[in-house]
């Protein structure tokens, strides 16, 4: 009953992306997913959240099968993703880009105010808990690269996924930041939320993850908890081009 | 039922438009292919071109097949400016959508031009063998409409060697597949672009002077054949050059045969409902193109 | 407290209202009345072109032909059908809109550039059905439509001005409407990132089909309307291109995110288009004003008019917001009191 794809393959062109890989994560743990670089990690992410369709394979989640299924409604089933290359809305303030993470629903629901009382507070609760509430009413294009980060977990967040992949989150973050975002991963967890984190920074991989996936060449080669794949020899076969 | 030869001339010159149509959406392909962008005012250069054809031969009495001499080089210098201090000041965010505009607009400002230029009158290229024509097995085609659509293929030789067999080919089709990736390999993607541009306006230059061996031409013209061209970049996958040389050929041929029973007005539509039929069935384009399916 | 910058707003709609209400009795003749009808019916149109254009940043190309798909609807149902004018009107706007379904689901099932090649070619190919189509349309010879009152011309003209007036109120109160609510939350994250809406839950595909339908409603009963007032329609100026680019020009002119943008674009353009045309006639260098002042205001002020006063009025007049973050702070406070004192 968690996230898992068997067989998911794609080619880009003559290219192979993903190469059947089949994987399960762990409910209410963090998984890290690692890899050499054009291993297949990105793509795997846009797959399973139906922002590429695969060419074959299954994504399914929670027993029920989303693949193929158009990303708005991957996101309704509950699965959050921030990208690679952080992606927020510029011309929007902090505080809309998070508000925009809650659809409405039906004809009634869309025509109400954007600026429901309920909704700010929650917006605000989860700008603040990311520690960027005095920039609610900047826009996003203003805001400093991490900045930029916490933003879009933050919309993530308010869409209140139980599972989220974050898409390298320590990506041209400074140190102390760093240490921030980990910390909440692990925070966010405890409170019952999965992970699956596409990351190269490897400290912070082996000091949250509670399971890795080793990915290479398109498909899963390794998997266990951090203390195990740190001495893999197939991991640091794929690592070292061997 | 319409007798064999009406349906044979009716093939052949199917595959005379259909090479000109090749020759143009693979210009229009190009510029969608380095930026995203939809080239409104490309069959508006085409007629510019067809117009200079005219007049040059008009004032100078030159014929428009040497007019190509200039008009070439010229149309290449053109595009390499308009890509490089145009287009470049878009920003990327918007880039699709500011750019069609803006080639919107230079599309209106060339038809203005030439109807204050020229007035609206329909022009039209006298040449010496303009009404000369072959037999081809019971079927007459004017020889202008065979130079016409030797020069498409010739162009479109020329541009699948320089594709593929040299090094600024290389770098072109690198930029179009993964602009960021080109640049790390220490290309200049940014000269490539323009010079992209310049090849695509090019095309332009040789598709008028295709045009105006044999059409009679009025300043508002492109709207005629801008239509057509996106509905055939679209049917072939936007990006795809070989994917709009195929799509060229079956629409042009398809309006061709539609002719004989729908007449010429009504024939135009198999593009509209060809692009509307794509959309629909398959966004993504009938033959490649890997980029549609995201515009 | 209410705010300075919203009782300034206020205010500034409310001699906006008084101004386009008091026109018709300050023109001083039949013809000056009638180019405020034609100003007013640009409004309208820019303004529908504005659901689509403004809110997902879609540009479309063809809401001309929109408007013409209104004035021969409405045209026919008059002059062939018999309908009496005003129900005409209405069936017109609704056909309009069942037929903006399909074409919706064909353009904007991807990305942009798909949907300015089908909205361009919407103009193309209705051009050439209309024109083809003369047992229907009346083709070249156009389609004269029966007057719905019998008066004056000055009369005629009065009381188009009121109802293009009321479908301009209606139409701006639609974009206020959405433009607040969550809805067209949705509808911008689309224009400033479609992926990343997706990515949030946002039904992209449903979003921009149902705004689109909405705008070919309102650019359709504009179209009808114009159809009784002008009483003669031919497919040259009902499909043509540059209907479609006068209607972006001026929402762009003016400010695509601005919900009076569009209406003042209109007054700015449509203006201009009277005066170029009382002035030189009927030249082909209207094409080359329109393509420079497009090229123009896409190259150096793609955010309209409207957007580059507002930055001036902030840089001369405010010189104590010094920061950023200072006037976040200002206007999140600002913004909670009036939750908190709001209703509810």
Redo the contacts between chains.
């Keep these: 009953m968690t996230l898992e794809t068997t067989g998911l393959s794609k080619a ?2 003559g290219v192979t992306a993903l190469d059947g890989a089949s994987v399960s994560f762990h409910q209410g743990e963090v998984n890290a997913l690692i890899g050499p670089n054009g291993s297949g990690k990105t793509t795997y992410f846009n797959c399973v ?3 590429i369709k695969p060419d074959g394979g299954t994504v399914s989640y929670q027993g029920r099968d989303l693949t193929g299924k ?3 409604r991957i ?2 089933a509950g699965i ?2 921030t ?1 690679q290359l952080c ?10 880009n998070v ?6 629903t039906g004809l009634i ?7 429901g ?1 309920a909704e ?1 507070e929650r917006a605000m609760g989860w700008l603040t808990r990311l520690g960027i509430e ?5 826009e996003a294009r ?1 805001l400093s690269w991490g900045q930029q980060k916490l933003l879009e977990l933050a ?2 967040l308010m ?1 209140e996924p139980e599972t989220v992949l974050l898409d390298e989150p320590a990506g041209g973050v400074n140190p102390a930041l760093l240490d921030r975002i980990g910390v909440l991963i692990r925070e966010l967890n405890a409170e019952g939320r999965t992970f699956v984190i596409v990351e190269h920074n490897m400290d912070l991989v082996m000091s949250i993850s509670d399971h890795i996936v080793v990915f290479d060449r398109g498909r899963p080669i390794a998997e266990g908890p951090p203390s195990q794949i740190r001495t893999d020899e197939r991991v640091l076969g794929a690592y070292l081009g061997v | 039922m319409p007798s064999g030869a009406l349906l044979f001339q009716s093939v052949l010159l199917g595959i005379l438009l259909g090479g000109l149509y090749a020759l143009l959406a693979s210009g229009l392909t190009l510029y969608f292919g380095i930026m995203r962008v939809v080239m409104i005012a490309h069959s508006a250069f085409l007629i510019l071109a067809a117009y200079l054809g005219w007049w040059l031969h008009e004032r100078a009495g030159l014929d428009p097949l040497l007019a190509m001499l200039g008009t070439v080089p010229l149309f290449f210098g053109a595009g390499v400016l308009l890509q490089r201090v145009l287009l470049t000041r878009l920003r990327p965010a918007t880039l699709t959508m500011m750019s069609v505009l803006l080639t919107f607009a230079i599309a209106l400002l060339i038809e203005g031009l030439l109807g204050y230029a020229f007035t609206g009158t329909q022009r039209r290229v006298q040449l010496g063998y303009g009404s000369a024509s072959l037999e081809v097995f019971g079927a007459r085609v004017a020889v202008v409409k065979l130079i016409a659509f030797g020069l498409a293929v010739v162009a479109l030789g020329t541009l699948y060697v320089l594709m593929k067999r040299t090094r600024f080919g290389w770098a072109l089709r690198a930029t179009i597949q993964h602009r960021d990736a080109a640049r790390l390999l220490g290309i200049d993607t940014d000269r490539v672009a323009g010079y992209g541009f310049g090849i695509g306006l090019a095309t332009a230059a040789i598709g008028g002077t295709a045009l105006s061996l044999d059409t009679t031409i009025y300043p508002s013209l492109h709207w005629h054949w801008i239509g057509p061209l996106m509905a055939i970049i679209v049917v072939g996958g936007l990006g795809s050059v070989p994917g709009a040389a195929i799509a060229a050929m079956v629409l042009g041929m398809a309006q061709s045969l539609l002719q004989i029973p729908m007449g010429t007005t009504w024939a135009q539509t198999v593009f509209y409902v060809a692009l509307f039929a794509t959309l629909a069935i398959r966004p993504q384009g009938f033959f490649g193109g890997r980029l549609a399916q995201r515009f | 407290m209410p705010s300075g910058s919203k009782v300034l707003k206020l205010a500034a709609v409310a001699l906006l209202a008084v101004a386009v209400l008091a026109f018709p009795s300050i023109a001083p003749n039949p013809y000056i009345l009638s180019a405020g009808v034609l100003v007013v019916y640009y409004a309208v149109l820019a303004t529908s072109w504005n659901f689509v254009g403004g809110f997902t940043g879609y540009i479309s190309l063809g809401h001309g032909a929109l408007a013409g798909l209104g004035a021969y609807s409405t045209g026919i149902l008059v002059a062939k059908a018999g309908l009496p004018p005003f129900l005409a009107l209405a069936a017109a706007g609704a056909f309009v809109g069942l037929l903006a379904v399909p074409i919706g689901l064909a353009a904007l099932r991807v990305r942009g550039a798909s949907f300015v090649i089908v909205s361009i070619s919407l103009v193309l190919i209705l051009l050439l059905v209309f024109q083809s189509w003369s047992s229907v349309t009346g083709g070249s010879r156009g389609l004269v439509v029966p007057r719905p009152f019998q008066l004056t011309r000055p009369e005629h003209h009065r009381i188009f001005y009121f109802l293009f007036a009321g479908l301009l109120a209606l139409a701006v109160l639609a974009w206020w409407l959405i433009d607040r609510s969550r809805f067209g939350l949705g509808l911008k994250s689309i224009r400033e990132d479609e992926d990343k809406a997706e990515a949030l839950g946002t039904a992209t595909y449903a979003y921009k089909l149902i705004v689109f339908v909405v705008s070919a409603v309102f650019t359709a009963l504009a179209g009808g309307l114009y159809a009784l007032w002008f009483g003669d329609l031919d497919p040259v100026f009902q499909f043509s291109i540059l209907t479609g680019s006068y209607l972006v020009l001026m929402a762009l002119l003016g400010g695509v995110r601005q919900l009076f943008g569009p209406v003042v674009g209109a007054l700015i353009v449509g203006i201009a288009l009277e005066f170029f045309k009382v002035e030189y006639g009927d030249t082909p260098l209207h094409l080359v004003a329109t393509g420079l002042l497009l090229a123009l205001v896409v190259l150096f002020m793609p955010d309209g008019v409207l957007p580059a006063i507002a930055d001036l009025i902030k840089r001369f007049g405010r010189s104590d917001r010094t920061s950023i973050r200072e006037v976040s702070a200002a206007e999140l406070r600002e913004q909670r009191l009036q939750n908190a004192g709001g209703t509810k």
């Design positions: 880009f062109g959240t139906g922002m158009a990303p708005h996101a309704r959050g993703r990208f992606r927020t809305f510029p011309r929007m303030t902090a505080l809309e508000l925009s993470a809650v659809p409405p629901g869309g025509l109400r105010s954007a600026r009382r700010i005095h920039l609610a009413g900047s203003d919309g993530v869409a």
